[in-house]
């Protein structure tokens, strides 16, 4: 168990509608990352939060959306899904000031 | 598992032989490298990092190579087990912006 909680841990759904992805750091990190991993891009950076704050923005479509709870918990929220975003989607943390992230086990998401 | 079907270059080697996976990173500014293993089924688990002052650093059974001049990093395990097989994951770090990942080499151990 690495600290990061993430779920589900699969999530079948069809094209139109909309999932929520939910993620728990480790405990002391700030900083939560949400990548996603496909087939043909490896691990692509989504969005990054601080301390309930965007801290950085990556290749994230506007059908996508996250935030990150006082409790410091993100959800990562995609809407209006498409076949081609399934894939698999993982939340990391990382301490202030810390490189090093931590990997949950990841949600994989299947569009049908 | 969960990293199964990602189209990544393949690497074999006999159990007991030592592996070398290699990286080409992009960016100069770079100061900070992770190499990350990913399991079937498991999000990526730090291995082992390098500072950009480093030319090598040596962990259990593993070695990361960095050279800078032509923006290279490696990573040497010893004696590979059945237990490596795995996919591995060079990102760099250039303090700005999260981390960026390579592609990815799959590790196959063959028994």
């Known amino acids: 168990d690495s600290g990061v909680t993430q779920t589900p841990k699969h999530l079948i759904t069809a094209t139109g509608q909309r999932v929520t992805l939910r993620c728990s750091p480790r405990?002391?990190?700030?900083?939560v990352y949400w990548y996603q991993q496909s087939l043909d891009q490896g691990l692509q950076f989504l969005i990054q939060y601080y301390n309930g704050e965007e801290r950085a923005k990556g290749n994230i479509l506007e059908r996508f959306s996250a935030q990150q709870f006082p409790d410091l918990h993100s959800e990562l929220n995609l809407s209006s899904l498409e076949l081609g975003d399934s894939a698999l989607y993982f939340c990391?943390?990382?301490?202030?000031?810390?490189?090093?992230?931590?990997f949950g086990s990841g949600t994989r998401l299947t569009v049908v | 598992g969960e990293s199964v079907g990602l189209h990544l270059p393949t690497l074999s080697v006999q159990e007991g032989d030592n592996s070398i996976i290699n990286c080409a990173y992009s960016n100069s500014a770079s100061d900070y490298f992770i190499w990350y293993k990913q399991e079937s089924g498991k999000g990526p688990q730090f291995i082992i990092d390098?500072?950009?002052?480093?030319d090598k650093r040596q962990g259990q059974r593993v070695t990361v190579l960095l050279n800078k001049t032509v923006k290279h990093l490696s990573l040497q395990i010893a004696a590979t087990q059945p237990g490596d097989s795995a996919v591995y994951f060079c990102?760099?770090?250039?303090?700005?912006?999260?981390?960026?990942f390579g592609k990815g080499t799959r590790l196959s151990v063959i028994a």
């Open positions: 405990s002391g990190d700030l900083s």
């Open positions: 990391a943390s990382s301490a202030p000031r810390g490189v090093r992230y931590t």
């Open positions: 990102a760099e770090d250039s303090g700005n912006t999260p981390l960026v």
């Open positions: 390098i500072r950009s002052n480093m």
